[in-house]
């Protein structure tokens, strides 16, 4: 009984969030990544621990999901899936900089970039302050003429004000906020699909 105490809880908690969530921010994401599809820029996604697999999840429905025989493609880039180049960038550059020094690489005007964090960007640990690499990526797009998305939780954080759309989980809780990214995520995705399907280009 104790289990299904916990799990009934859960469930409303999320509920919770169903009903408090910004539907309006959500529909702002969905038709943002609609244009960078029909206008041919590329989306480049990121984050760290726990929402890195939520970026590189994202990454590949986008890429995979959206497709619809004779139309295009969407353009996407997960940024913290290359091991190898990442664990280089921050060797050489730092941990701040692993995002930014591979937006030079493939960044043009026009193109998006989407961030994953708990927290926004805000609180600390024994490393520093969270998830500067992020901030510093989303600054980076809208210095040079992109679009930079958020998606975070608990008050939003530094990234609530400084993304051009913020999806804010209102929730204060990692777990909850995490799986409802997932949501988000695949919410999205699948409006998206079914745009494109209607779409005549």
């Not at 309006?24 to 984050?47: H, M, Q, R």
């Not at 024994?126 to 998830?131: C, L, R």
């Amino acid at each position: 009984m104790e289990n299904i105490n916990f799990i009934n809880n859960y469930f409303d908690e999320m509920k919770e969030i169903i009903d408090n969530i910004s539907k309006d921010k959500i529909n702002e994401v969905t038709e943002s990544l609609f244009n960078a599809w029909k206008n041919g820029n590329k989306v480049f996604i990121v984050g760290n621990g726990g929402s890195a697999s939520t970026a590189t999840h994202f990454t590949c429905d986008l890429s995979k999901v959206t497709i619809v025989n004779g139309k295009k493609r969407f353009k996407v880039m997960g940024l913290n899936d290359n091991i190898p180049l990442v664990s280089a960038l921050t060797n050489d550059d730092g941990w701040s900089e692993i995002y930014v020094e591979q937006l030079k690489n493939h960044f043009e005007e026009g193109d998006v970039v989407i961030a994953f964090s708990v927290h926004g960007g805000s609180g600390k640990d024994k490393a520093g302050v969270w998830s500067q690499n992020l901030l510093k990526a989303l600054q980076f797009a809208k210095d040079n003429n992109g679009t930079a998305i958020g998606f975070s939780g608990f008050d939003g954080g530094a990234m609530k004000d400084l993304a051009d759309i913020c999806v804010v989980v209102p929730f204060n809780s990692t777990p909850h906020v995490e799986s409802f990214h997932l949501v988000l995520e695949h919410l999205i995705t699948f409006c998206l699909l079914e745009k494109i399907k209607k779409h005549n280009e």
